[in-house]
């Protein structure tokens, strides 16, 4: 059996992983990828134009400083948290002069209109890019302090969500599917195909009450779509021209490649494509270019929940905790281990919590009729 602190491990270590392998080819396409390296499986030194710093290799990118902000809210409280418990972290934590190197410009904006007193349950309104991964490529703690339990991982992920968009826009809608998901792969019992049924029960959650039909009523369909694709490619060059013909174009809006709607429908279908191996679903999201780190962390995170870390490589591990420990922009050092353990400490007292209140309400005498 795959113990529950281990499936913790190997959720945290492959988005780290993933992001960093997947930040040297971000933007790419896959065709340019194969052309320069024929096959990515390595983290290279990698260097953004408008940031200035070249990352060395296995350094992570502005998804994993979120998820790190969430982690440390989550490890300090001891608990499932709030959208006001991550904001009084990022006042503390999240360096605006340091955060330009390693965050996107909104991170930054955010944690200023917080500093200045606006509500967290206000910040989302702020957020001009509605359909944005920002959350579900990042918000793999708070599945992880769900563990076993994917309808409060929903709700938790609507919560925390708020602060990067406004209520009930598709992207959160992903991102409460994607977090359901990463819970039910925490439990003793959980497949693929278990997992799989559980993000499908969440295609329609809080929709109806929202009144996000019509346009918005695709989530079920592109979650299908790309299950289908992933399951009825024979090899990786048939899995990618099948996507190609659904995710493409050119720079059309801002972040166009960072939409929910094609990062976690396509990062579920790597995480079946790679049958649920943290290491191939890392290495074919890596070489399906386009936004390369998120896909990574979105297959990833829900390989590693289902099956630990276990088919990761050591000099991986080392090469990221290395990066991290060197890097002067991140919003903590803790490595990957130190990060997961920590969130499972807090799972831990999260359920002696539970524990506590079952024991107390559980007189019979005091249930009876």
Not at 47 to 75: C, N, V, Y
Not at 232 to 257: L, P, R, T
Not at 269 to 294: H, L, Q, W, Y
Not at 332 to 348: H, V, W
Request: proline share 4%; with cysteine; hydrophobic share 40%.
């Amino acid at each position: 059996m795959i113990t529950l602190k281990e499936k913790f491990f190997g959720c945290i270590a492959s988005t780290w992983i993933g992001s960093a392998m997947g930040a040297a080819v971000e933007g790419w396409d896959r065709k340019d990828i194969e052309e320069k390296y024929g096959w990515l499986d390595q983290m290279l030194p990698y260097k953004h134009w408008f940031k200035g710093w070249r990352f060395p290799g296995g350094t992570t990118e502005d998804g994993i400083e979120r998820q790190k902000l969430m982690s440390t809210a989550i490890i300090e409280k001891g608990d499932r948290i709030t959208a006001g418990d991550l904001v009084r972290v990022w006042k503390r934590d999240l360096d605006p002069e340091k955060a330009v190197y390693k965050q996107e410009p909104f991170d930054v904006a955010l944690c200023n209109l917080a500093q200045a007193g606006c509500p967290s349950t206000m910040l989302g309104t702020m957020w001009p890019f509605p359909n944005v991964n920002a959350v579900g490529r990042a918000a793999h703690p708070i599945g992880l302090i769900n563990a076993g339990d994917p309808e409060r991982a929903a709700i938790d992920t609507y919560d925390i969500g708020r602060l990067y968009a406004y209520d009930n826009v598709p992207a959160l809608c992903w991102a409460a599917l994607y977090n359901a998901g990463v819970a039910a792969a925490c439990a003793p019992d959980a497949t693929l195909d278990s997992v799989l049924d559980v993000m499908r029960s969440y295609t329609t959650y809080r929709r109806e009450a929202a009144g996000l039909y019509g346009r918005y009523d695709t989530i079920q369909k592109d979650l299908e779509r790309c299950i289908e694709i992933a399951q009825k490619a024979g090899d990786f060059q048939s899995f990618c021209e099948e996507f190609d013909k659904v995710y493409y174009g050119g720079k059309h809006i801002v972040y166009d490649m960072a939409q929910a709607n094609e990062i976690i429908p396509k990062g579920v279908a790597i995480f079946v494509f790679s049958k649920g191996d943290p290491k191939e679903s890392i290495i074919n999201a890596v070489n399906m270019g386009r936004d390369t780190d998120c896909s990574a962390a979105v297959s990833s995170g829900l390989s590693g929940a289902l099956n630990g870390g276990a088919s990761l490589p050591q000099e991986w591990i080392e090469q990221v905790d290395a990066a991290t420990h060197d890097d002067p922009y991140t919003n903590n050092k803790r490595t990957m281990r130190e990060t997961s353990d920590g969130l499972f400490a807090a799972y831990l007292a999260r359920r002696a919590k539970q524990q506590q209140w079952l024991d107390k309400m559980s007189d019979e005498a005091f249930l009876a009729e």
